[in-house]
């Protein structure tokens, strides 16, 4: 009984930790149909949607991780460029990335409502030929938000930057039935525990034990709370109890 309630606590500590679960998703951008180098205007995939906000998207038909994908551009002149995705409650995991014949820079952003929770930079480096794609690792992965920005900033030799898998993992938090029915088993499990344990403790003496009028060494005992079939006094040596004998 003991160790139900230990596993029922357990569960009950994870949930209360934990109060969602996450399932993991690459936006690919498989979905894709236009010509290479057409004008990317927004798409949708696995329940988010990703948009352009900045600059000047297109999408990549010839080159990818793998195509389709889509990059920064135009070509030879790339500007600053940013997308958003959105879709519920989400984390940012990683993004493929491949910063064309020179290195650029990024700033992701995570945002919670209104609120900015996370703003991470750094750099892209250049991919030379043979072109490659690189992957790039959130460092606040564990971060929930409900918006997410990624901008990418050319650099000086850059002619285009292609983003492509960018892995965002859905947020999903528990219903509250299945919170419900965790904090009531657990609660049930705590009730039988202490049930068993409170017949122990009525069944402690509350009296010192004495000697019977006969000398002889037999141990009796009165008992906190009468039990059936029990007398008030009875011998105690035999259940094990500890007790002092008076002289």
């Known amino acids: 009984m003991k160790t139900l309630l230990t596993a029922a606590t357990a569960s009950v500590l994870a949930l209360l930790s934990n109060p969602a ?3 993991a998703y690459t936006i690919t951008f498989s979905n894709l149909a236009g010509a290479n180098g057409s004008s990317y205007s927004g798409s949708s995939e696995g329940g988010f949607a990703i948009a352009p906000i900045g600059g000047a998207w297109y999408q990549a038909q010839g080159y990818g991780n793998p195509v389709p994908d889509i990059f920064a551009g135009p070509l030879g ?42 703003d991470l930079t750094g ?8 072109f490659g794609f690189s992957t790039l690792s959130s460092g606040a992965s564990g971060t929930v938000v409900d918006r997410l920005t990624i901008e990418v900033l050319p650099g000086r030799l850059s ?3 292609n983003l492509d898998n960018i892995v965002v993992n859905a947020a ?4 509250d039935s299945g919170r419900s029915l ?15 344990r409170s017949k122990v403790w009525l ?18 005992i009165r008992f906190a709370c009468p039990i059936a079939a029990r007398a008030p006094q ?14």
């Open 172 to 175: 999903n938090p528990v219903p």
């Open 77 to 118: 002149s790339p500007s600053n460029s940013t997308i958003e995705i959105t879709g519920g409650s989400f984390t940012f995991a990683a993004l493929d990335f491949s910063s064309n014949n020179g290195q650029s820079t990024y700033e992701i952003q995570g945002f919670a409502g209104a609120s900015m929770v996370y």
């Open 234 to 247: 009875e011998t105690c040596c035999d259940e094990g109890v500890a007790a002092t004998l008076m002289p």
């Open 159 to 161: 002619s285009s930057i």
């Open 21 to 23: 679960t996450v399932e």
């Open 123 to 130: 750099i892209l480096p250049a991919s030379l030929n043979p």
């Open 203 to 220: 069944r402690r003496p509350v009296a010192t034990c004495i000697r019977d009028a006969s000398s002889r060494d037999t141990c009796r």
């Open 182 to 196: 965790i904090l009531l088993g657990a609660g049930l499990a705590g009730l039988m525990f202490w049930s068993g």
